[in-house]
C-alpha cells in the first residue's frame, strides 16, 4: 500500500509539473510529504525484518504517527530548500518554497525561513509505551538514523563523498 501510495504521488508531481502548476503549500505537502518515500522506506525496512515486524507494525506505518509525519515534513522540506535554484533552472517549478512563495507573496530567502519555522520542526519526541512498541520503536531508531545520515551526507558531505566527479545528478544520489 505504501509503495502505490508513494507511486501516485510522483504521478500527481509529474502532472502538475508538466503544466507548470503551483498549487497551495498545503496542498503540495499533502502530496509532497508522501512523495519523499519515508513511509515506502520504513515499510521495505519493516518488510525485511521478518517477523520481528508483523501485521501490528503495518498497521501502525498506515495510522501515519506524528513521528513519521514529522521525518516526511523535515525530509521534504530539507531536499526543497536546499534544492530550490536547482529546481528553478531546471524549469520544475512545483516545490515547497515556491508554493509558499506563491500562496503568501514574499521571497525566496524569505519564504524558507518561514517555511522552516512555521512547519518544518513541530513534531520532536516520540513515546514508546508497550513492549511490543519497543521493538517497533528500535527497528524504527535504526531506519531514522540511517535516514539522518543520508541527508546528512547528501546536504553537508557531498563535495567530499564525490571529489573526484560532477556533482550527481539530482535524485540519484545514493547514501554512502
Not at 498549487?23 to 519493516?46: I, Q
Not at 538514523?145 to 540519484?172: F, K, Q
Amino acid at each position: 500500500m505504501q509503495f502505490k501510495t508513494h507511486v501516485k504521488t510522483n504521478f500527481d508531481l509529474a502532472k502538475w509539473s508538466l503544466v507548470y502548476h503551483v498549487p497551495s503549500f498545503e496542498e503540495y505537502m499533502e502530496v509532497g510529504e508522501v512523495e519523499v518515500a519515508v513511509y515506502a522506506t520504513l515499510a521495505s525496512r519493516y518488510m525485511s525484518k521478518g517477523k520481528m515486524a508483523a501485521k501490528e507494525a503495518f498497521e501502525w506505518l498506515k495510522s501515519r504517527p506524528k513521528i513519521v509525519q514529522s521525518l516526511c515534513v523535515k525530509g521534504r522540506l530539507m531536499d526543497d530548500i536546499t534544492g530550490f535554484q536547482d529546481d528553478i533552472s531546471r524549469g520544475y517549478v512545483t516545490n515547497a518554497v515556491s508554493c509558499y512563495m506563491k500562496q503568501y507573496g514574499v521571497s525566496g530567502p524569505g519564504a524558507c525561513g518561514q517555511v522552516v519555522r512555521g512547519r518544518a520542526w513541530d513534531v520532536t519526541t516520540f513515546q514508546v509505551r508497550s513492549t511490543y512498541h519497543a521493538k517497533l520503536s528500535h527497528i524504527f531508531l535504526v531506519t531514522y538514523t540511517d535516514m539522518g545520515y543520508c541527508i546528512s551526507a547528501h546536504l553537508n558531505t557531498r563535495e567530499r563523498v564525490y571529489p573526484w566527479a560532477a556533482p550527481p545528478t539530482r535524485g540519484l544520489d545514493l547514501c554512502l
